[in-house]
């Protein structure tokens, strides 16, 4: 643990969409997870271990133009991608809340372009390069994630 949150280190893309799947099984339906990273710093490679938790694997990709893609159903995954918006206001005209507010889990790709429009509860997830194919990642809980969590995601990563 670090005063900013949990902190783990991922060596390989696989390592990090696996921490992503680990993730995704411990996720209360409903939670919004801000990435926060530049480019290549591994969100797609979380989100894509997210995804299978939710679709079994289904293929994933930023949905840089068509903005969200849904994963499974009843829970779903929404993969939101902001790296086109300039910022909140063009968040705010396409209809945000219902995606704020999900029937599964909400993970928002570049998540400081929606500035103040992201819920106050919520977990944040920052990714770092760490040197080759190792990314840093540092796990903020706004209020949602439940107990042991963190012991369940560092277990993952001993073990990885």
Known sequence: M?????ELITRTPEATELLGS?????LPDGVVVA???DLATGKTCLVRGMAAHYAGGAPVHS?????????????ALFHLDL????????LADLGY??????????????????????????????????????RKLVFDDRGVMPGGWEQALSAVMDGA
Do not use: I, M, S
């Not at 680990?22 to 411990?26: D, K, N, S």
């Not at 029937?103 to 400081?112: K, M, S, T, Y």
């Open 35 to 37: 990435l926060f990273g």
């Open 63 to 75: 949905p840089t133009f068509t903005l969200v893609n849904q994963y499974g159903v009843d829970p």
């Open 22 to 26: 680990a993730l995704a099984g411990l």
């Open 97 to 134: 809340e219902e995606l704020f507010e999900p029937d599964g889990v909400c993970v928002v790709e570049w998540a400081e372009r929606a500035g103040v429009l992201l819920p106050q509860k919520r977990l944040d997830v920052r990714l770092f390069h760490a040197g080759g194919d190792a």
């Open 2 to 6: 670090t005063v900013a949150g949990l």
């Open 83 to 90: 790296y086109r918006l300039g910022g909140p206001e063009e």
